[in-house]
């Protein structure tokens, strides 16, 4: 059974940082392109990061970019979000999110993406 587990998620100040990590089984994600969305309470799904299957290509969305660094250890079969200089507004639920092996994808787009964790919840107090 393929899955994806989200862990890191907590509890931190304003300012703080935390890293989340996204471990896939069940299968190789090393050909997928992995991203991470999250989802803030009322609000719809939005992207936040992207890495490419080979680790050299990475997006950002405009909200946490120079704040968040995606990155992945393919030996580990798991993807990882450093946020840095958390906001309130990054308050949310993350989620990980695993595209088809070899696919290119429109990689901001929660219909790109095929499997996904159940989520880790960053919570940001002021």
């Known amino acids: 059974q393929v899955q994806l587990v989200e862990s890191g998620g907590g509890l931190v100040q304003a300012g703080g940082s935390l890293r989340l990590s996204c471990a896939a089984s069940?299968?190789?994600?090393?050909?997928?392109?992995i991203s991470w969305f999250r989802q803030a309470p009322g609000k719809e799904r939005e992207f936040v990061a992207a890495?490419?299957?080979?680790?050299?290509?990475?997006h950002y969305a405009d909200s946490v970019k120079g704040r968040f660094t995606i990155s992945r250890d393919n030996a580990k079969n798991t993807v990882y979000l450093v946020m840095n200089s958390l906001k309130i507004e990054d308050m949310a639920d993350y989620y990980c999110?695993?595209?088809?092996?070899?696919?290119?994808?429109?990689?901001?787009?929660?219909?790109?993406?095929?499997?996904w964790g159940q989520g880790t919840q960053v919570t940001v107090s002021s």
């Open positions: 999110a695993a595209a088809k092996p070899y696919q290119a994808v429109d990689y901001a787009y929660v219909r790109e993406y095929v499997y």
């Open positions: 069940g299968r190789t994600f090393n050909n997928s392109t």
């Open positions: 890495i490419h299957w080979s680790g050299s290509v990475t």
